[in-house]
């Protein structure tokens, strides 16, 4: 087995990696070349310190490595399904983080048990819990304020809703006590980030989200966050669970 830069292969082939090396997730993945390319300018990938895996000059695995500054982020580590349990995922993420950052972040779903396990054997320790949730019922009525678009200045977020990760076309909208950040894409609307007070303000923001669209959808919240509660109140749906895990060295 030989490993080598991602920066080695055009978007086709990496994207065509990854969805080979996710088939059978406990989600299903599938990507292109051009969401490949979002994915890699909003969250910083860096394809010259991500990984490639080859056996016979084969791709048969893949890890991508985020970095800003001295912080990174694992955005995704896959293997094919005829190589896996072999060691391939282990000698990836041994070789990634050879070349990564001090710190780095990852979250895996609490489902995948052997993806834990390889973490915590590399020295990655538990922070906190982080849940998926979407909002399709009928909400009541309410009304927010629109402002300038402009972060919400938090600290501590997921990798994915950072300020560095927001997307370009994203709105700002507030009601007493709230504000959050969403993008509308056709039916479906997006949280990217998100602040309450408590659960009423929380119940009433995303009411005023949902209001936007036919779905609301939110990644990667923090289980004790008033909007957990205020989703959950609204009749959304828990769809996911990850632990997000930290390496410092």
């Known amino acids: ?71 990174g982020w694992i955005g995704g580590l896959g293997v094919v399904p005829a190589e896996r349990r072999h060691g391939v995922g282990r000698a990836l993420m041994e070789a990634v983080l050879a070349d990564a950052p001090r710190r780095v972040t990852l979250e ?16 990655f320790v538990r922070t906190r819990v982080l849940e ?3 909002l399709a019922a009928e909400v009541p009525a309410a009304a927010a304020r629109s402002t ?16 560095e990760s927001l997307p370009g076309d994203y ?32 119940a009433e923001l995303l009411s005023v989200a949902r209001a936007r669209g036919e779905s609301l959808h939110f990644m990667n919240v923090p289980e004790t966050d008033p909007a957990s509660a205020a989703f959950r109140r609204l009749g959304g749906s828990l769809d996911l669970r990850q632990f997000e895990y930290e390496l410092r060295r």
């Open 132 to 134: 998926i949730w979407s």
């Open 108 to 123: 895996v779903l609490e489902q995948n048990e052997p993806a834990i396990r390889l973490y915590e054997q590399l020295g």
């Open 1 to 71: 087995m030989k490993i080598v830069p991602a920066a080695t292969f055009d978007l086709e082939r990496l994207a065509a990696l990854f969805n080979a090396g996710y088939e059978g997730y406990f989600v299903p993945l599938q990507i292109d070349a051009a969401a490949l390319g979002s994915m890699i300018g909003l969250w910083d990938i860096d394809l010259t310190r991500s990984r490639v895996a080859l056996r016979d000059e084969k791709p048969i695995g893949i890890v991508n490595l985020g970095v800003r500054g001295d912080e």
């Open 148 to 163: 300038d678009a402009r972060p919400l200045g938090q600290e501590g977020l997921p990798w994915q809703r950072t300020d």
């Open 171 to 202: 709105e700002r909208v507030e009601v007493d006590g709230a504000a959050a950040l969403i993008r509308v894409n056709g039916p479906r609307v997006g949280i990217a980030q998100f602040e309450a007070r408590d659960e009423d303000a929380a």
